[in-house]
Structure formats: structure tokens, C-alpha cells
């Protein structure tokens, strides 16, 4: 680059090469360029006359010939050139004529003179003063401590003071040196602030920085010239930024106890990204966490907390705290007050006044439930022993506002645990269990008179139990005869009072030593009031089992079940043995007098007899028999299709009803002549006008039967036995009314039967039902008994 500027000079005479000198006036003309620029040295080599024409141009440095364009020689020979342009000189003709110098150096900087000679036209002189302009150097940036800074300076920290210097080497003229912001001029080191040395310096202080200077660009230029660009250096300055803001996103409440949760906080305006922490009050989550940076945004942060509420976290502060690491005291938090609902907490107690330890019968006692629940509870229930409490004041039992109960003249029955129960939407809570005992004197665990058989000359066991609280700490044995009332010695019973039992060894010696046999226990709450009553018989053979019933009779089975009698004192086994023609098919026996008879073949007329057997012996047989019923063949499948017609049908119709005709004629008649037949002895409860006496109530021992079974009409009575009489049931079973009883010199054994056939049927098919065998024992001959 350069530039031309003329200024008028004074007058100077030229001496041309033609015959004679003609004087020119010239003027100075200023050409500038820059180091490694190009430079036009302009000359007018035009003729002044449309008639003449140029000769010849010469270029003088300090009156020195360096460059001569000669037109009267053709070729490459018409231009000559110094050694100190060699190449970088040459001559232009258009658009205007002109010495063009290029990578122009500093020693190039001189005045030059053109001389143009015409044919005709006098010689014209032109002085030109060419000017080489020396760039400064690029600037270079240093910080505060003399580092260079190429492309970022910092990061420095937001609000704090920082130093940028420009330096700026060379250059001729002396060049200015500036401090630019996006164009905006910052700070100025003009050409006339002299500073010792080649290089100048221009210093940039940026007080507090703020987040409008992160990112910002700054610039150095230096110029000293207008023929070429200034020199620049750009950097970009970084920030350490405090958080600008922090919230908890997700604020959805309430939340529960146990049910995982999803949190979103977020961060903006950090940098570098902060770092999110969770906090309930001073302790820190240990939960799951997420972080995330939005790289559009590149200074918001966002974290997830997955985390489990617990109870204790309800009413607390959540806090999502974004924490700087570059920075002191630059921690920013949100926070959220957690509602955290939880399933009830209920807990019982008993009330103020009340000791648990000394609670009697008839005392008043009261308790109380501490409900702790979010949200409220909306129901209190009370239970004891599971089962659930209904507000009651007449049997003492009274609710008050759902979370006090009192038990009004509580006794001993009312002991066990008690619990309260909360509801909420969350759920119900259950109170640990409150357990009331009650303090009360012994009872017998057994309320009736237990007969207890004591053979001669041998040791019996008697076992007295009683239910107390607290358990019992003495036991007390007396011996009531005939003759007088003895107690017991205190080494002749043992006694085991964590479970209320004592256990005495008798002996009797004679028979004055039966009788009754009385146990009191005494505990803190005092002595029993109703002592445990025991009667001592010798032991015997036991009694005949009595009132047997059959039952689920089928092809190869029953079910019998007797009434046990008098066990003889001893511990009692019970047998039932099952007898065919060809000998015996089953033999049975159990602790009860209840017995399942399997495997007894079908269609079979059995014998069976039950006893009773204890160490005395056997009691006398009950004998009665049965007969199964038949195995029912397989049913067979009717042909699908007859072939048969229309006529042949009719007369099998009609054949048919003629038949049936006639037999319902022929058990019209049968019928009649029976009831001739057994007219004197036989009375239908049907006929008779007196009330209907229920045979239960005729018969206290008769065993009724289920109440899921139909029940016919009274049957008729049988007031004597001409021959056995047999009925079949509805399987077609045989029960045969014959039952033997222990004999007895008192009185012989009365039989009577009672058979029944339900004729009531709408489809005039009698139902029949099973004969119930009935027996008059010598010994409670005013009462029947029953055997099935």
C-alpha cells in the first residue's frame, strides 16, 4: 500500500539532452508505503503537443540514475534497472505512467526525480519523496503476573478485580495502542505519551467483575498508518459465577411413608456447574441421586432424588442446597416443608390412676389410646382377644370419644389382651397389645362332681386343677365320710402352683375310707370359696354302653355311635365287634363310644355287639343286628333309537296303562285286608283325638334324629310283640329289633319296636325310614332307651 500526496516546491532549472536547456518548473510529490508494500512513483510522461512524441524517462535517487525507459530502442533493452531495485522495479503506462516499486524496504526511503525527454517538447523534471512506514508488532497480553494470555484469560472469580496489559512492539512511526471491547474503545495509549524503550504498554483494570464480563471478548490493537490494517490480539475472558438461582421442581404433596419418591431440583447460573445436595435438616441424603447439566444452557444443573420418605421426616424441611466449590459462602437452598402421611400409630395405656399389677374383681378400669397419625384418624376401634368391642354401658363396657374405654366391674372373664386399632387413609395401626389380668381367688376348672373308682388296698391319683391369679401358693384336702370329715396330711399331695394343679395319693383301707373328697387352693386374693368336689366308690366292672345308634349305613359300611354309662372309676376302652354266619368280620374299639365300621360286604345280615372294658373286667353285651344293603349294579345305556312305528307304539301305550290299572286295583285290596287284619292291635295316630305327644318327649333316652332329616308322622306303637318285625330304610338296609340287655334279677327286659312308613309322597311312593329299636332297662324302668 501507499499513497500520493503533491505540495508545491520551488523553481529549478533542468538542463535537457536536446541542443539546448529549457528551464521546468516541478512539483514535490509525497508517496508513502509500508514495509513489504507495493509504491507508485507517478511521472506524467504524455507529450504536451499532439504532435510530439517521448523520447526517453530517467529515475535519479539522490541525482543517481536507478531505472531509464527508452522508446527509440525496441526489445527488453529499452528498460533499464539498478542493482538496488533489481526485480522490484518496473515501468506502468496505464492507467497512468508510473515507477512501481514492490516490497518496498525501509531503505527505499528517498526523494526520486523523474526526467522525461519529448522530440519536440521540452524536458520535464517531477520530484517525488517516497515514505516507508514500519508497522508495529502484533500485540501480545500478558495478566496481572506477567503470564501471556493467548485465547482465555482467567477465569477469574465473579466480583473480584482483574489486570489485562497489552504490549506492542515497534513500529515507525510511533503507533497509538488502544484496549477495545466489541468495538467500544477501553483505554488509549496515543503517539505523543513517550515510553522509554521499543515496546509500549497499555495496562486494562476490570474492578468487580460482574456476569456480564464472562465470555467477553477484549481486544488490543495498535496502528500507525492508515495504508494497513491495525495490528489486534483478541482474548476471551472467563468467570467462576456464584449459582444464581436453585428450586425444588416437583413439590407434589403429601407423600407416604414407604412409597419410593421422585424429586427434581434445579441450579442456573453456575459456573463451573454446581454441585446439588439433599438435606433434611443437618443431615444429609444418602438416597440415589441424578445430576444432569443442560449443555444449551451450559450453567443449569438439575438433580433427581429417588428417596424414601419415613415418619420422622413429617413436618421437617427438605432442602436442595447448590453448593460452589470455587466459592466461600456462595451455598443457595430451597427448601420444602414435607407432609408426609404414615399409617397410624396407636398406643395403649392404662389410665392414670389405675396400677395393672392390682387389679380385683369388680373394680373399674380404665384405658386410653395415644393416636399418632398423619392425616388424622378418622376411626378408633377397641378389641379384646381379637374380637371387636361395640360400645356397651349396660354389660359395662363404655366407649368415650373413640380413644378411651372403660370396663365397669370388670372380672375375671374380661382378662386378656386388649388393642386398639387406628384407620386413616393410609391405613390401619394396631397398638402393641395391653394385657389386663385380674386378681381373683381359685376356681375349679372342672364345675361338676367327678366319681373317681378307688380300688381296695391300692393308691389312687386324684387330681385337683383350679384356674387363679395370682397361681395359687397352698392346696387344702379333707376327706368327708360317714363317719367324719378328716383333712389330709400335707405330705400326701404334691402341688404344682405355676399351673394351679396339686395331686393326692390315696390308699383306701377299708370301706369307711370312701366318701367325698374336697380341694381348696388359697392365693393372694384368699382361699377358694367352692371347693373341687371328688366322690370315691370302690371301682367296679363299668356299665353297659346304651342308646346305640347306626348311621351312613351303605353296601359295606356304617357309622354307630352309643351313650356311655357309668365307667366304674377307671379309665374305660369301648368295643364293638362285628359277627357274620361264618365268624367275625370286624373288631373295633376306641376311647369313645364311636365307631366307624368299614369293609363289612354288602347284603349281609351281621350281628353286632358293643361293651364296655376298663381293669375291673367287661361290662355286660349290647347285641342287635343289621343288614347292608345290596351293591347297585352299573346302570346300562338305553339304545338311542327304536326302530319301531306309530301303531306299535300305541299298543305298548295301551298295554301299559291296563297293567298299571290293574295292580293299583290289587294293592287297594292288599291294603284293605291288612288293616282288618291288625285292626285290635294296631292304633293310627291319624285315627286317634287325643294331642300328639312327640316320641322324644314319650322317650327321654331316644337319640333324635339330624335336623337336616325329614321327620314323618308320629308311627304307630306296637304295645306287643307277636314276631320280629323288619322294615328296610331308603337304601334298602334291614335293621333287625333284636337287642339283648345286661340281665338283671330285679326285672326282665321289655323289646319294643317302632317302625314308620311316610306315605304322605305326591307321587304316592312311600318313603321308608329306618326302625328304631327301643329297650326298657331294669335299672331306669321308667325310661326307654334306644339302640339303632
Given at each position: 500500500m501507499f499513497a500520493i500526496s503533491k505540495s508545491p516546491s520551488a523553481t529549478k532549472n533542468f538542463t535537457t539532452a536536446g541542443s539546448s536547456m529549457t528551464p521546468v518548473t516541478g512539483r514535490v510529490t509525497r508517496v508513502s508505503s509500508v514495509v513489504g508494500g507495493d509504491a507508485d512513483l507517478p511521472c506524467d510522461s504524455r507529450p504536451p503537443q499532439y504532435n510530439d512524441s517521448l523520447l526517453l524517462v530517467v529515475w535519479y535517487r539522490d541525482d543517481n540514475p536507478v531505472y531509464s525507459y527508452d522508446t527509440r530502442v525496441q526489445g527488453s533493452t529499452a528498460h533499464w534497472t539498478d542493482d538496488a531495485f533489481a526485480e522490484r522495479a518496473r515501468w506502468l503506462e496505464m492507467p497512468n505512467t508510473a515507477l512501481h516499486l514492490s516490497n518496498v524496504q525501509s531503505r527505499d526511503r528517498a526523494t526520486y526525480r523523474c526526467r522525461v525527454d519529448f522530440e519536440i517538447s521540452p524536458t520535464r523534471n517531477y520530484r517525488i519523496e517516497l515514505d516507508i512506514i514500519e508497522l508495529p508488532g502484533k500485540p501480545?497480553?500478558?495478566?496481572?503476573?506477567?503470564?501471556?494470555?493467548?485465547?482465555?484469560?482467567?477465569?477469574?472469580?465473579?466480583?473480584?478485580?482483574?489486570?489485562?496489559?497489552?504490549?506492542?512492539?515497534?513500529?515507525?512511526?510511533?503507533?497509538?495502542?488502544?484496549?477495545?471491547?466489541?468495538?467500544?474503545?477501553?483505554?488509549?495509549?496515543?503517539?505523543?505519551?513517550?515510553?522509554?524503550?521499543?515496546?509500549?504498554?497499555?495496562?486494562?483494570?476490570?474492578k468487580n467483575a460482574t456476569r456480564t464480563h464472562y465470555a467477553s471478548v477484549y481486544t488490543c490493537t495498535a496502528d500507525n498508518t492508515l495504508l494497513a490494517p491495525s495490528q489486534r490480539s483478541t482474548i476471551r475472558v472467563d468467570l467462576y459465577l456464584r449459582p444464581l438461582t436453585v428450586e425444588i421442581l416437583s413439590r407434589e404433596q403429601p407423600l407416604s411413608v414407604g412409597r419410593k419418591a421422585e424429586l427434581w431440583c434445579k441450579s442456573a447460573g453456575a459456573r463451573p456447574p454446581v454441585t446439588i445436595t439433599w438435606w433434611i435438616g443437618d443431615k444429609k441424603l444418602n438416597s440415589e441421586t441424578k445430576q444432569q447439566i443442560d449443555i444449551e444452557e451450559g450453567n443449569e444443573t438439575q438433580s433427581l432424588l429417588q428417596w424414601t420418605p419415613l415418619k420422622e421426616h413429617n413436618g421437617q424441611i427438605l432442602a436442595c442446597r447448590a453448593e460452589h466449590t470455587k466459592f466461600n459462602q456462595s451455598t443457595i437452598e430451597s427448601r420444602l416443608n414435607l407432609n408426609i402421611y404414615y399409617i397410624p400409630n396407636a398406643r395403649m395405656h392404662f389410665g392414670a390412676k389405675i396400677n395393672p399389677n392390682d387389679i380385683e374383681e369388680g373394680d373399674d378400669v380404665y384405658f386410653g389410646c395415644e393416636v399418632d397419625a398423619n392425616p388424622p384418624a378418622y376411626k378408633v376401634v377397641w378389641e379384646h382377644n381379637g374380637v371387636l368391642l361395640q360400645n356397651n354401658p349396660s354389660n359395662g363396657v363404655v366407649l368415650t370419644g373413640n380413644t378411651n374405654l372403660a370396663l365397669r366391674n370388670v372380672s375375671r372373664h374380661q382378662v386378656g389382651k386388649y388393642t386398639c386399632t387406628a384407620s386413616n387413609v393410609e391405613g390401619d395401626g394396631k397398638s402393641t397389645p395391653l394385657h389386663l389380668q385380674v386378681v381373683y381367688k381359685p376356681l375349679c376348672r372342672r364345675k361338676e362332681i367327678k366319681l373317681i373308682g378307688a380300688p381296695l388296698q391300692e393308691p389312687s391319683t386324684v387330681e385337683c386343677e383350679v384356674d387363679a391369679f395370682p397361681p395359687p401358693d397352698t392346696f387344702e384336702w379333707t376327706l368327708n365320710n360317714s363317719a367324719s370329715?378328716?383333712?389330709?396330711?400335707?405330705?400326701?399331695?404334691?402341688?404344682?402352683?405355676?399351673?394351679?394343679?396339686?395331686?393326692?395319693?390315696?390308699?383306701?383301707?377299708?370301706?369307711?375310707?370312701?366318701?367325698?373328697?374336697?380341694?381348696?387352693?388359697?392365693?393372694?386374693?384368699?382361699?377358694?370359696?367352692?371347693?373341687?368336689?371328688?366322690?370315691?366308690?370302690?371301682?367296679?366292672?363299668?356299665?353297659?354302653?346304651?342308646?346305640?345308634?347306626?348311621?351312613?349305613?351303605?353296601?359295606?359300611?356304617?357309622?354307630?355311635m352309643c351313650l356311655a354309662g357309668y365307667e366304674g372309676g377307671l379309665q374305660c376302652i369301648f368295643v364293638a365287634e362285628v359277627w357274620a354266619n361264618e365268624g367275625l368280620v370286624v373288631n373295633a374299639s376306641n376311647w369313645a363310644a364311636f365307631w366307624n365300621l368299614r369293609r363289612l360286604g354288602s347284603k349281609r345280615q351281621l350281628k353286632i355287639i358293643v361293651y364296655a372294658a376298663n381293669a375291673r373286667g367287661r361290662s355286660e353285651h349290647v347285641v342287635f343286628t343289621v343288614e347292608t344293603a345290596p351293591r347297585l349294579s352299573p346302570r346300562t345305556e338305553a339304545q338311542e333309537s327304536w326302530e319301531v312305528n306309530w301303531v306299535v307304539g300305541g299298543v305298548f301305550g295301551a298295554a301299559c296303562t291296563v297293567a298299571l290299572i290293574l295292580c293299583l286295583v290289587l294293592i287297594a285290596t292288599r291294603l284293605r285286608h291288612r288293616s282288618r287284619d291288625y285292626e285290635g292291635t294296631i292304633q293310627l295316630s291319624k285315627n286317634t283325638p287325643q294331642k300328639r305327644q312327640s316320641p322324644d318327649d314319650r322317650n327321654p333316652d331316644l337319640i333324635p334324629l339330624d335336623k337336616g332329616v325329614d321327620r314323618p308322622p308320629d308311627p304307630p306303637h306296637y304295645t306287643t310283640v307277636v314276631k320280629k318285625q323288619e322294615a328296610k330304610n331308603s337304601n334298602g338296609a334291614h335293621i333287625l329289633a333284636s337287642a339283648q340287655t345286661p340281665s338283671t334279677p330285679l326285672s326282665p327286659p321289655t323289646y319294643h319296636s317302632e317302625s314308620q312308613v311316610d306315605r304322605s309322597g305326591t307321587n304316592g311312593t312311600g318313603r321308608l325310614h329306618r326302625e328304631i329299636v327301643t329297650t326298657r332297662t331294669p335299672l331306669l324302668a321308667a325310661h326307654q332307651e334306644s339302640c339303632v
Open positions: 501480545v497480553i500478558f495478566d496481572e503476573y506477567g503470564k501471556e494470555i493467548s485465547d482465555v484469560a482467567g477465569p477469574y472469580y465473579e466480583g473480584s478485580d482483574f489486570i489485562l496489559i497489552c504490549s506492542v512492539n515497534g513500529g515507525n512511526p510511533i503507533p497509538r495502542v488502544q484496549w477495545l471491547q466489541d468495538e467500544t474503545v477501553l483505554a488509549t495509549l496515543s503517539v505523543g505519551e513517550i515510553q522509554l524503550g521499543p515496546i509500549r504498554s497499555l495496562t486494562l483494570l476490570i370329715s378328716i383333712k389330709v396330711d400335707r405330705d400326701r399331695f404334691s402341688i404344682d402352683a405355676s399351673v394351679g394343679k396339686s395331686v393326692l395319693t390315696y390308699v383306701p383301707v377299708s370301706e369307711i375310707d370312701y366318701g367325698t373328697l374336697s380341694c381348696r387352693a388359697t392365693n393372694l386374693a384368699g382361699q377358694q370359696i367352692l371347693p373341687c368336689v371328688y366322690t370315691l366308690l370302690p371301682s367296679t366292672r363299668p356299665d353297659s354302653p346304651t342308646n346305640c345308634t347306626v348311621y351312613n349305613l351303605t353296601h359295606d359300611s356304617l357309622d354307630l
